[in-house]
C-alpha cells in the first residue's frame, strides 16, 4: 500500500505539472437567485454587458477577459478584446468557441435560452442585476465574490460608499430643485420612478419631475414641461465629450422655463449617470453639483 507521503509527494507533482487545473468547486448565489457554481478562481472569463466589464476591469481581471460585448469600449483596454455581440442578444456560437470558465451577463434579453443553453454545455453563468445606484454596491460586491477577488470588491465598494456619504452630508437640508433629464427630443423623453437617474438626482439632493410620470421613460410634451417648470435640466450625451451645442441652443426659445433663464442646463456624460459601475459615483458627483453647485465650491 502507499504511504501517505508517497501519496502527497505524487498529488504535490500532478498540482505542479497542472493537471486538470483541478481547483474545489465553490458555489454562489448570483443577483436573480440562481446557483452559480465554479471550479475555483475563473482564467477565462466573458463578459456580456459594458458595466460588468468595467467592474472586471476595476477588480483587476482585465487580463482575464477574453469576451466582451460590442458596446464595451472602457477602459479603453476593453476595445482589444474579442467581441461577442450586444448584450442582449450575444453569440452563444462565439461565447463557446472562447472556451470561458465564468460568463457574467445582466438580466436583460431572452435570459433562460441563453442560460440554459450555456448551463447544458457546463459554462458557469452568473448573472448581475442591479435595480437602483446603492444596488450596484451589492452588485460589484457579489461579482467579487464569484471572480475570488473579494478583496479589491471591499476596497471599491468602501471607497464608493465614502464619496456617496460625503456627497449626502453635503446636500443634507437644502432645498431641492425641481430636475428634469432629458434622454431624446424627438420626442421629449426623460427617466422617471425605478431608473438609475431618479436615484441620482435624489441622492444629489433634487426631486425629479418625471417621478410621478407614467413608465420608467416617460415621454413630455413642451406644455407639461413648462407647467413642471424644472429649476434644473441634465441632457445626456452618449459620445464623451459631446457638448451638445444644438440640444443646448435649442432649449433657449423657452425663456419662461427657470432653468434657461438661469442658465442651468448641463450636459453628463450619458455612461456615468446610466451605466451601473463604479463610475457611477462621477455620474452622482456631476449631478449633484449641477443641483447644488454652491455647496461644491
Known sequence: ???????????????????????????????????????????????????????????????????????????????????????????????????????????????????????????????????????????????GEVTFAQEPARRIVHSMEEKIRRIRDKVQGRPQPRVLHILDFNPLISAGKGTFVDDLIHLGGGRNVAETATGKYPRFSMEEVLVQDPEVILLASMKSQDPLVKQRGWWDRWKTITAVKQGRIYVLDSDLIHRPSPRMVEGLEQVARAIHPEVFK
Request: charged fraction near 20%; glycine fraction near 8%.
Open 1 to 143: 500500500m502507499w504511504s501517505m507521503k508517497r501519496f502527497l509527494s505524487i498529488f504535490l507533482f500532478l498540482l505542479l505539472l497542472g493537471v486538470g487545473n483541478w481547483a474545489p468547486a465553490a458555489t454562489f448565489t448570483d443577483e436573480v437567485g440562481r446557483t452559480v457554481e465554479v471550479n475555483g478562481p475563473p482564467r477565462r472569463i466573458v463578459s456580456v454587458a459594458p458595466n460588468v466589464t468595467e467592474i472586471l476591469f476595476a477588480l483587476g481581471l482585465g487580463d482575464r477577459l477574453v469576451g466582451v460585448s460590442a458596446y464595451c469600449q472602457y477602459p479603453p483596454e476593453a476595445l482589444k478584446i474579442e467581441k461577442i455581440g450586444g448584450y442582449i442578444n450575444p453569440s452563444l456560437e462565439k461565447i463557446v468557441s472562447l472556451r470561458p470558465d465564468l460568463v457574467v451577463g445582466i438580466a436583460e434579453g431572452d435570459l433562460r435560452t441563453f442560460v440554459d443553453k450555456l448551463a447544458g454545455l457546463k459554462i458557469p453563468v452568473y448573472i448581475a442585476n442591479p435595480r437602483d445606484a446603492l444596488e450596484v454596491l451589492t452588485s460589484i460586491r457579489k461579482i
